[in-house]
Every structure is written in C-alpha cells, then in structure tokens.
Antibody
Framework: QVQLQESGPGLVKPSETLSLTCTVS????????WIWVRQPPGEGLEWIGY???????NYNPSFKSRVTISLDTSKNQFSLKLTSVTAADTAVYYC????????WGQGTTVTVSS | EIVLTQSPGTLSLSPGERATLSCRAS???????LAWYQQKPGQAPRLLVY???SRATGIPDRFSGSGSGTDFTLTIGRLEPEDFAVYYC?????????FGGGTKVEIK
C-alpha cells in the first residue's frame, strides 16, 4: 500500500527557510493531489497547501507568499518550502494524499529557534 | 473561508457508551465534502469518514457519519477502549481547506 515519509531538518533558525520533502512509496505520485498540513504543539491541524500531479498548486492564504510546494515525479517526491520562518512555524509537519486525506506520513517535528 | 466549529470540546464517556460529535460549518460545504479524522497522541490523523457518510477502508462500522449542508455528525456506536482520542472534522469542498478545532473523547 502507499506510504508517505517526510524528511528534512528538525531545527531551522528564525528568518531562514524551512524545507521538507515527502517521499511516496508503494504507488505512483500521478493522478492525485498531494498535501502539506501542520500541527503546532498542543494545537489543531492547519492546511498549508496542495499540489496536483500536473503541477497545479493551491496555497492557504494565511501563508501569503511564504510557501512553495513542488513535485519531482521522477523521484516520486513532493516538497515544501516555507520562507522567513518564526517561532510560530514550530510544528509537526505532515504530508498527506488527496482532499479527504486517506494516507498520511508519520509527521516530522520542525522547531524554529536560534 | 469556511469555519468549522466542533462541539463539545471534550466528551467524557465510558466504554460501551455511544458518542455523538458535532461539526457545524459557517457556510454550506460543497458536495458534502466533509471528512472526519481520529488522532491519538504522537500519531498522524487517521481518516474515518469522507463525503460526510462514507466509511474509509478498514474503519469499523461502529463509526458512522451523517449530515449535509452546514451540520454534520460523527457517531461512535459503542465506544471501545481504543476509540478514546481526539476527533477532527475537515472540509475539502472549497479553498482553503479547513479543519475544526477538535473534540476530545476521554474516559469517564
């Protein structure tokens, strides 16, 4: 069955760029939407954005122009970049599949601190 | 943006009891594109219900979703020990996708 795995630095300095990758295994990245969601410590879930396998993207306006999601079909991966991070971006970051998110990665904790 | 309000915030019940969780949307959810998730500490959310009332693969039939428009309900028929967790509703019919604040189902 399809599995997702997030990877990337667990610690990012304020004002720098958070970069994460989600690797899709056990299935193709084609024909689906791929999503990033985050969860600050002790809080609820927040949708960051999605990318369709065709490359079309849609982002949560609350992130304004800080977020970019991209796709590498040759590697079966999609990625998240979030610029100008602050402590408020400290969270567990999840990748998931589709609008009703039927497959999730285990999540990766990112801490923003100097 | 569609705001989802879940109630109650916490539900204290005993195993074997029935749980009824509510999710109210600030505007109509397009094509009933409403999902429910279960999350346990330290774990990713798990999809329980999509399309307001369709159970996801492998989800026991004690979980059922209902509702349309702006009012949705997740019912857990008889609580098992493993059902005590936090439950979130989420709409995926319009952008931005949004989640409710969650309902914690705790052991009484």
């Amino acid at each position: 069955q399809v599995q997702l795995q997030e990877s990337g630095p667990g610690l990012v300095k304020p004002s720098e760029t958070l970069s994460l990758t989600c690797t899709v295994s056990g299935g193709s990245i084609r024909n689906y939407y791929w999503i990033w969601v985050r969860q600050p410590p002790g809080e609820g879930l927040e949708w960051i954005g999605y990318i369709h396998y065709t490359g079309r993207t849609n982002y949560n306006p609350s992130f304004k122009s800080r977020v970019t999601i991209s796709l590498d079909t040759s590697k079966n991966q999609f990625s998240l970049k979030l610029t100008s991070v602050t402590a408020a971006d400290t969270a567990v970051y999840y990748c998931a599949r589709e609008g009703a998110m039927d497959v999730w990665g285990q999540g990766t904790t990112v801490t923003v601190s100097s | 943006e569609i705001v989802l309000t879940q109630s109650p915030g916490t539900l204290s019940l005993s195993p074997g009891e029935r749980a009824t969780l509510s999710c109210r949307a600030s505007q109509s959810v397009s094509t009933n594109s409403l999902a429910w998730y279960q999350q346990k500490p330290g774990q990713a959310p798990r999809l329980l219900v999509y399309g307001a009332s369709s159970r996801a693969t492998g989800i026991p039939d004690r979980f059922s979703g209902s509702g349309s428009g702006t009012d949705f309900t997740l019912t857990i028929g008889r609580l098992e020990p493993e059902d005590f967790a936090v439950y979130y509703c989420q709409q995926y019919g319009s952008s931005p996708l949004t989640f409710g604040g969650g309902t914690k189902v705790e052991i009484k």
